[in-house]
């Protein structure tokens, strides 16, 4: 096989990977949304929902979850009725008690300056870890490392979220790996004569 050949089919390869890996957490997305909003329902208590379900560049096309009972967002969701913008690591949210909601958050993790005291916020409104739903990126993937804004990769370890920064070294080799995987799958073959 030759290595231009190669080369389109990994570079293919990766392309369907990722795209798998955001199917995956579309699904993931409205999947645990159906559940926090049933567990909401049964204990009587406010959905909360963490991060503007229109943010994502793929979620403004299609919608994978709603706004719950409130939304609460860096800067805010102007397209839900019932908004609060906020710093999960600022503090306690204002206008929601301890232990008093069930929470779905969907990759939101990622982009805040500090996961593990946004972390705790979370678990301080929903009070136990069954009134917490979280979807992460996928670690391995191109939106882990690339997505505007993204600093940190990771996911759930037990009671705990575990993340890791996203670095301009890892940014920079996975631009590099791209890149040099796209140029060996376009560059001209040179003509047999």
């Known amino acids: 096989m030759r290595i231009g050949t190669f080369a389109r089919l990994a570079f293919g390869g990766v392309l369907l990977t990722e795209c798998g890996a955001a199917l995956h957490r579309f699904e993931a997305r409205r999947r645990l949304f159906e559940a926090a909003a049933r567990r909401a329902y049964d204990l009587g208590r406010p959905l909360v929902v963490v991060g503007d379900p229109d943010a994502g560049a793929h979620t403004r096309l299609v919608r994978a979850y709603g706004c719950g009972d409130l939304c609460l967002d860096l800067q805010g969701c102007p397209m839900c009725q019932v908004m609060q913008a906020a710093d999960l690591t600022a503090g306690p949210v204002p206008g929601v008690a301890d232990d008093s909601a069930v929470v779905f958050v969907s990759c939101v993790l990622e982009y805040v300056a500090d996961p593990e005291a946004a ?44 993340m890791a920064p996203v670095n301009a070294v890892r940014k920079r080799a996975t631009v590099g790996g791209l890149l040099g995987l796209f140029a060996l799958a376009v560059w001209p073959r040179a003509r047999e004569r």
């Not at 979280?134 to 705990?160: H, M, S």
Request: glycine share 12%; no cysteine; aromatic share 14%.
């Open 119 to 162: 972390f705790r916020e979370l678990q301080r409104m929903a009070g136990a870890r069954e009134n917490l739903f979280i979807v992460f990126v996928e670690p391995w993937t191109l939106t882990a490392a690339l997505y505007p804004g993204a600093r940190w990769a990771g996911g759930p370890d037990g009671e705990r979220v575990s």
